[in-house]
């Protein structure tokens, strides 16, 4: 059978189990022993064993269940309030402060867990309700918080990025560098858009300047600098050449959970058991889609659809752009029902031959995938940060909640086209540090 029809039963397949509700890996799983099962015979199905975990011997995914337990450590505690209160405290001189606080918040929430559902959790508690208290629009409020939840999966340091750097055996410290200035444009872009918004919609009392006194905005410091200088020194033994990822993300770990127990007494078997118990969870079905995710990669270079695909693309006479421009929907919509762990360990190895044959870089590519995950992130059906907005804030409707956030969509959306002009900006800094990628 030709392999691209090959390859266009086996995207059927996949989009059929995979809505069928059943998860993730396990759908990978099915689809790619029914296959290998049916082309294949049954000496490719007896490898599979050997080839899922043979995707999971890799040193540098222990560093994803350490930063896993890094980002569990600090949003199992009343980090994510504080560093809430420290910005709002510091930035109560800025009109309409209280809306780049909580953006500020996520930022720096997002680069210290690496998670976007927790980010969202830890600083709407407290945001959602005190914006709502000081009349800002809800649709800015949930939208806002929603949308800065994002931010967890391309800040580093990320998991998502670690995921992309093992897929494509890209280097895990130079896609961390390359989602630093994005990241920034993003939040910008969205502290811009919620102050405008907020400006049109909300009376004068909510831009008013409310005043704290040096020692309100000191005494907060203590609680909050210790995980800065945690995450601080994570990147800078990374950048530096001192440890690996998985190294740092070890110490980065042990060093949160130390911090997590001494300032905000963290000390109960019980509390600690959750961190742990909530890390080996997370962490044990990321490792189940990765090794799930192998096997998928295995059956489509066994039936040779990856290279078909790949040799068809690279005979049509396509503008590199228009090519991308067609990656970006594929992205986007596959981001709209599945997770990214998944869209990226699914798509990358397909995708990045085909990006790096036109022209694009790699790391760049990166970036551009992930903005379009966060997308996916905020958007139904899948759509989670959406939920758990709507878990914190329920008397605030789904319906209002995905208004709100349609807007910073708008918005990631600019950030990919400021990107497509000034790729720079996601190439120079890793350039800068680490030289030109080899």
């Keep these: 059978m030709d392999p691209l029809i090959l390859g266009l039963m086996v995207a059927v397949a996949t989009i059929v189990v995979l809505f069928s509700g059943i998860s993730v890996a396990i759908g990978l799983l099915l689809v790619a022993a029914g296959f290998l099962l049916a082309f294949d015979g049954m000496r490719s ?69 690496g998670s976007s559902p927790a980010t969202c959790a830890a600083i709407g508690k407290m945001g959602i309700p005190e914006m709502r208290k000081r009349g800002y629009p809800d649709g800015v409020a949930a939208g806002s918080i929603a949308a800065g939840g994002t931010l967890g999966i391309l800040i580093p340091p990320s998991v998502t990025m670690i995921v992309y750097g093992i897929a494509t055996d890209t280097s895990i410290g130079r896609l961390f560098l390359a989602g630093v200035i994005p990241g920034v444009l993003l939040v910008v872009l969205f502290m811009l858009w919620s102050l405008y918004d907020t400006w049109r919609n909300g009376s004068e009392e909510v831009l008013r300047k409310s ?100 040799g068809w693309i690279g005979t049509l006479d396509v503008n590199p752009w228009l090519l991308m421009i067609f990656i970006n929907i594929f992205l986007l919509v596959a981001g709209f029902f599945l997770p990214p762990v998944a869209v990226i360990l699914m798509s990358a190895p397909i995708l990045l031959p085909i990006v790096t044959a036109a022209g694009f870089d790699p790391y760049w590519f990166a970036v551009i995938l992930t903005i379009n995950m966060e997308i996916g992130l905020i958007t139904p059906p899948v759509g989670l940060n959406l939920y758990v907005i709507n878990g914190i804030a329920p008397d605030i409707p789904l319906k209002t909640i995905l208004k709100g956030s349609i807007p910073y969509v708008l918005c990631m959306v600019v950030a990919i086209i400021i990107l497509c002009v000034f790729p720079w900006l996601a190439t120079g800094l890793p350039e800068m540090v680490m030289g030109p990628a080899v």
């Design 45 to 113: 199905v007896a490898l599979m064993p050997e080839i899922f975990f043979g995707g999971l011997d890799n040193f540098a995914l222990l560093s994803i269940p350490m930063f896993i337990i890094m980002g569990a450590s600090i949003a199992s505690t009343r980090a994510g309030a504080d560093l809430y209160e420290a910005l709002d405290r510091w930035l109560t001189r800025v009109p309409g402060g209280l809306v780049i606080s909580n953006l500020g918040a996520c930022a720096l929430f997002a680069a210290m867990s």
């Design 211 to 310: 005043e704290f006194n040096l020692r309100q905005k000191l005494e907060i410091l203590p609680r909050v600098l210790p995980f800065l200088l945690i995450i601080l020194g994570v990147l800078v033994a990374m950048y530096g050449g001192y440890a690996t990822p998985s190294e740092t993300a070890a110490v980065g770990a042990l060093l949160c959970m130390a911090v997590a127990m001494v300032v905000y007494s963290l000390w109960s078997p019980k509390a600690l058991w959750v961190v742990l118990r909530d890390s080996t969870r997370e962490s044990v079905m990321i490792l189940f889609i990765i090794g799930a995710a192998s096997v998928f990669s295995y059956m489509l270079s066994s039936l040779f659809i990856t290279q078909s695909i790949a």
